[in-house]
């Protein structure tokens, strides 16, 4: 693979774009904006560059082109993330390229292929026309069938083996991508989907990862659903169904339909229903909503009608009330699940999507309707029930709102309610913490916040240089990379008493020194969004109370510093040392006193 395939890639793709279907950017400026994917914040300091086409993070220093974005926030390696962004670009990659391959791409292409042969035996094989008909009688129609490549795996112990051979994957690999099955007895492997409807289940790019199979036969052989085992490329709790078909539309709706089954979401989509997708019957987990949180924070609950619908649905809820989305349970009126109800009347089904019902409404009806209020005991059940939940929401004003109703409702006041609470989150294994999907990475310290912050406000305001060069020496910053490009910086504007920047950066380009000609970019970056309508005054000023938090920061460390051989100076008392004992409490003296100036 030749450089020139990265950069037609990323000449094809806009970097917002691209970022756009991963997390939510807001427009600033000429930039974007947004909370930071990597580290946790309020305030969002992760911004994107569409002119210069970067991103980068200003509270933990990440940062990067598209690529790295990738790699990243999806955990791959650059192969991974080559094949993400080159289908993005429409770019077509040579397989045989060894750049390409990694372990888990060889899992992909095996997958691609095996669900291309059992769509193509459901579409083509005489052995497969029960299974056409089955389908038409469920009212799966053939554009369904082909957008979500339903397949079927023959009734056969070897057939897909044998086919994946002859592609050349080694029988390890067949195995790992979790299609065979090892033999109990002896050696050798055997096929582990046989005779039933196969459903694809793809990544949120489209990459096939896994099968869901249902068996057609009447008589019970074995459980009606069985699926992909966990993969290298298959991690059930980071996959629902149907997200790489619905992702845009979750989008534009600003809200997704989550369903149980794989039917119950084609049938959605088959009636224009797009926004929809399935939990495959799990709880969704934290790492679901990670996923859904891309697109949006609204979730409509659509499970089925029977009780277990209603405990996977609960559970699922409560991930999702600690990570403050706001979250709609959908009664069906009529059908026992989605599939259908939406075949009965989709309008009807339409209709309980509208008229959905904020979770905890839900629940608290529901509850409700299980207990006699006029009864003491009825009253001490509800509480023991809806406080466990209400514990749970993340939304300090939600809580208090539901809290009250609670109280209302059961005739108890809101006090001793609390300190139900208080008693419940002190209890061992009770749920404190509130559950945080990043935290990966940490926020960068204060004072190279401070450094990045100075260097910024001069490059951005280059008329300022000199009152930095007068008062300021590189080793102030206490960050390499800043020092470096202060340095570099001193000796431009000393040589040419004036500054600009292309010149600047073209130079350290031509000394090799790219990674700072790179981190000029972060630096303007970071100057058009927090400092490009400063007036001059507060510009000076600005400039000077960094200079003077940098210089205090590094005086206070050589402070310490001298402190602790004080210590152990003391402690060894002879009379060779005194003379190094002297000296260092001058200097410690010396220091103290600039310090003093500084404040
Ligand atoms: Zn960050």
Redo the contacts with the bound molecule.
């Keep these: 693979m030749t450089d020139s395939t990265i950069e037609e890639i990323k000449n094809r793709l806009d970097i917002v774009e691209v970022l756009q279907e991963f997390i939510q950017l807001r427009k600033s400026g000429a930039n974007f904006k947004a909370p930071?994917p990597?580290?946790n914040?309020k305030t969002p300091?992760?911004m994107v560059s569409p002119e210069k086409q970067i991103w980068h993070?200003f509270?933990?220093g990440?940062g990067g082109d598209i690529f790295g974005f990738v790699m990243k926030i999806e955990g791959v390696e650059f192969p991974e993330a080559l094949r993400i962004l080159a289908k993005k670009a429409g770019v077509e990659l040579r397989r045989e390229d060894p750049a390409l391959q990694n372990k888990r791409t060889r899992l992909l292409d095996i997958c691609k292929l095996t669900a291309a042969y059992y769509h193509k035996v459901l579409l083509e094989s005489p052995k497969a026309e029960f299974v056409r008909e089955y389908l038409k009688s469920r009212k799966i129609d053939p554009d369904a069938i082909e957008q979500f490549k339903l397949g079927y795996s023959p009734d056969s112990w070897d057939f897909l083996f044998e086919f994946l051979k002859k592609k050349e994957y080694s029988e390890e690999e067949i195995f790992l991508a979790g299609l065979t099955v090892k033999k109990e007895k002896g050696v050798g492997y055997y096929d582990r989907f046989r005779n039933r409807l196969m459903f694809p289940i793809n990544d949120i790019h489209g990459n096939t990862v896994g099968f869901g199979a249902r068996t057609l036969q009447k008589e019970e052989q074995g459980a009606k659903y069985i699926n992909s085992p966990e993969t290298l490329i298959y991690n059930k709790s980071h996959i629902l169904y149907g997200l790489d078909q619905a992702k845009t539309s979750i989008r534009k709706e600003d809200s997704v339909i989550v369903v149980e089954g794989y039917t119950d979401c084609i049938s959605a989509h088959q009636a224009g229903i797009t926004n929809v997708v399935a939990s495959s019957g799990t709880a969704l987990t934290e790492g679901h909503l990670k996923l859904i949180k891309r697109h949006t924070s609204n979730i409509i609950m659509a499970f089925d009608r029977d009780a277990a619908g209603a405990e996977a649905a609960k559970r699922g809820i409560e991930v999702a009330l600690m990570q403050e989305m706001n979250i709609k349970v959908l009664e069906l009126l009529s059908g026992k699940d989605p599939d259908e109800a939406i075949k009965e009347n989709k309008d009807a089904f339409l209709k309980a999507v509208k008229e959905a019902k904020p979770y905890l409404q839900y629940y608290f009806d529901n509850t409700f309707k299980n207990f006699d209020l006029s009864r003491v005991e009825d009253k001490k059940r509800a509480a023991a029930v809806l406080l466990p939940i209400i514990v749970k929401i993340a939304n300090g004003i939600e809580q208090s709102h539901w809290l009250k109703e609670l109280a209302k409702k059961i005739d108890v006041s809101e006090e001793i309610l609390k300190e139900r609470i208080r008693k419940t989150v002190k209890s061992p294994g009770a749920p404190v913490q509130k559950v945080t999907a990043e935290g990966s990475?940490k926020p960068i310290s204060r004072f190279l916040k401070i450094g990045e912050e100075l260097l910024s406000l001069l490059l951005y305001f280059p008329e300022q240089i000199s009152l930095a060069v007068k008062e300021l020496v590189p080793e102030y910053f206490i960050e390499q990379k800043q020092s470096f490009l202060y340095k570099n910086l001193v000796i431009y504007y000393t040589k040419k008493e004036q500054f600009n920047i292309s010149e600047f950066q073209q130079q350290l380009f031509s000394e090799k020194n790219d990674e700072s000609a790179a981190y000029l970019d972060i630096l303007l970056l970071l100057g058009e969004e927090n400092f490009s309508d400063l007036a001059e005054l507060s510009v000076k000023q600005y400039i000077k109370e960094r200079i003077n938090l940098l210089k205090r920061n590094v005086i206070s460390l050589k402070l310490k510093a001298i402190e602790q051989k004080i210590k152990v100076l003391e402690e060894q008392k002879t009379s060779q040392n005194q003379e190094e004992f002297d000296t260092l409490s001058q200097k410690f003296i010396q220091l103290t006193n600039q310090l003093r100036q500084l404040e």
């Design positions: 930071c990597f580290h914040e300091s992760f993070c509270g933990c990440e990475v």
